[in-house]
């Protein structure tokens, strides 16, 4: 049995794989999205560095002994938010594996929830971002933006990748 024909086919192991590998896409184009979003609005004070980036400047130190220089600051800080993205885009489309059709609120909750178990949990209890007392609502409803614009981007790609897939193979 071919890929193609594998893909195709309506069972648990090729409804997975379609919906790992359109989900997976689908947070690759989302991350895109949100990381232009975030070059026109603020989500942080311009001095201060961003959860991902204080990862990969400790992980460098640990390795080299310094951290990122300032030249490759956005490049290192992409290597974080591209692999991230897919991955959490991979697990959203591993749960709507069963499910073709494309659901924009899907989209936004999935994005909401996003934001709130990093930027509002999750970072701030590891000290790798202020606590959300501490940050403009301003910055923080920039944030919940560009995460609703993942989102939406996500489930929008995801259904497109998986209805290719789908449509391409039954014409085999």
Do not use: C
């Amino acid at each position: 049995m071919n890929l193609e024909t594998f893909l195709q086919k309506d069972t648990y192991t090729s409804n997975t794989s379609r919906g790992l590998i359109s989900g997976f896409v689908g947070g690759l184009v989302g991350t895109a999205v949100k990381t232009l979003i975030e070059e026109f609005l603020p989500v942080r004070k311009i001095e201060q560095k961003s959860a991902q980036l204080k990862i990969v400047d400790d992980l460098s130190t640990k390795i080299t002994g310094t951290p990122i220089s300032a030249e490759n600051e956005a490049l290192a800080e992409q290597l974080v938010n591209f692999p991230f993205g897919a991955s959490i885009g991979a697990a959203y489309g591993y749960g709507k594996k069963d499910k073709d059709v494309m659901n924009i609120a899907d989209g936004v909750i999935f994005g909401a929830t996003t934001w709130v178990s990093t930027h509002e949990t999750s970072l701030p209890l590891v000290g790798l971002e202020s606590k959300p007392k501490n940050i403009p609502i301003k910055m923080q409803a920039n944030e919940l933006f560009a995460h609703i614009a993942f989102g939406i981007t996500t489930e929008f790609v995801r259904s497109f990748v998986n209805e290719r897939m789908k449509r391409s193979q039954n014409n085999l």
